[in-house]
């Protein structure tokens, strides 16, 4: 059986504004070049950056295309992984959906540069894709394929055991298709037209591409459990609490309050935090069977001693190793792991 | 005049994004209680949340509602500034607008907490509208309103010479209006319904309210020019360079070179970072008066002298007043001046 509409959940959703932003601080705030945002008007935002970079080469304009109207029909995955066993889901109709966002980043260049900048495009949008995975391996850059108008192209593919999908397609443009009245650029006393580099993806690839990578199985007595493995830039939640049940009701008050508070300083700092009023009734293992479903990086485990020598365990979704941190260091340490890629 | 129609222009449309991710962090990531994202499935997500809660209370739902499908036709200002001095926009029809997205967040508590929560919000709210305003004194908050079904409201509104315009309404719902099969929570041992306390935005209101809030003229040389007095967390840019003109072009092009490889770090950093390639074009005043429309908070200032002393003047937006920094410690100063409220 194949499931036709999948529809994203709220930690789905979380998933997606994670990649809409990093891709949107990829492309337009952490770059060389200048990039504007075109909202449905291409032409004028050329002509606005044109005007304000004087007449030079290069700028760039991304574009977050709404292909169709998103609607309830469309979408993709509740609560994720809880339907990932099951092997009723047709992932590979998934990749090619394009209905949803196209994200675009168009550079463009003086046509001297345009070369060396798509071959240093193909590097970085590649190492861009190994960065955040799980298997980095994974990743590669097809052969150059030239198409007609002096049009050539590449794809970067994620191997997977089903299929190769293509996550991105890079474009360079030469020549006479951009020549035009607005396309003069100035280049010292030379009059020029523009080459252009274009990136695009789909946001429904990378949303499914994001989930495939991070999916892992791991084996817990005997039982495979899923696991999301997503990079901890990505994770819809940073960091989650678990609190060991069993004790007497007044402690877990205590711990209970005491993961309330900690949750408060994460969110000040930013941090994605879960935290679960209730969790104690479930059993530590049930609690880090959710929290890793959910791709959670890090764990802070509270229990009956941390209200004495104020240890708690942070236990790592990868790795399932747990280490000591003081709860005074506890915030500062997450953000600290949280800082780089 | 009337203008009937506006566009967001590229720096219009980072701010919109800058405005979404602020309202974003505040109500999702930043807060005490737990909300998740529905994404055109309000049932499902609360259905989500209660079990993931094990039915107990407080969580919250956010919703980033589409109202209508945004197109060319209906959007708002370009290079916003530009246009402001002219008194041809009829801003107040743009306050009203609710073609565009409403961002709502709920928040579901127990009865006995709702009251006490309900002004708490009306405090905390308060507080996010003052906390980004060039003149916190504009916001207050009416009285409450009693409305039919058990609802109670407040709307906090901005105050401008011309008008009064809502910007936000605070509704409080208790009763039987949410009391069904799904909304049996559990507290201890007793079966309750939960209330609600739910905060709408127009994103058009957020948007123009913003503009207009920062909106100032300042004096110079007996002529009025235009400023946008951003909070330094919503500004479309953080920072941008000025580069003195006149030079030989040997130093030109090496202030140029420099300018670039500031940039890079400043966006490595993630600081939206605007680089005017050519912008020694222009005199200093010219391209400071540009930098002020666009509501850029500082500037760095290069010239001769940098390249023999390694000092560049960082001018504030506000106070126009210009203080010396070395280039090797400039990117961490300026991070510090970004990293608080």
Known sequence: MKIEQLKVGPVGYLLLHQ???????????NKETSVFISDNDFEGTF??????????????????????????????????????NSNDIDFEAYFGNEDSLTLKCTIFTTPTNS????????????IWWRKFSASPGRYSVTDIKTETNNTQTVQIRANYPWKSHIVETLALHTGPKYVSE?????DGKKTIPSS??????????????TICDAYDESEYKGNKRALLRFHRKLAPY????????????????????????????FRTNHLSTLFLPRSSKLSLEAQWRQYDEMGIPYNVVLNER????????????????????????????????????
């Open 238 to 265: 940073s960091i989650s609490f678990a609190i060991a049940s069993g004790g007497v009701a007044a402690i877990v008050q205590e711990l209970n309050d005491l993961a309330l508070h900690l949750t408060e300083q």
């Open 115 to 126: 070369v060396p900048f798509f071959h240093q495009w193909q590097r970085d949008r590649r």
């Open 182 to 186: 607005a396309d003069k650029f100035k």
């Open 19 to 29: 990649l809409r932003n990093e891709w949107f601080n990829h492309m337009i705030i």
């Open 306 to 341: 941390t209200l004495k020598d104020g240890l708690v365990h942070l236990r790592n979704r990868d790795t399932t190793l747990k280490e000591q941190v003081h709860v005074s260091e506890l915030v500062a340490y997450v953000e600290q792991l949280f800082k780089n890629y």
């Open 196 to 209: 252009s580099i274009i990136s695009t993806i789909h946001l429904n690839t990378l949303f499914m591409n």
């Open 47 to 84: 002509q606005f950056a044109k005007r304000l970079c004087l007449d030079r080469l290069p700028f760039g304009i991304a574009e977050i295309i709404q292909n169709k109207r998103i609607s309830n029909e469309n979408l993709i995955l509740e609560h994720y992984v809880e339907r990932m």
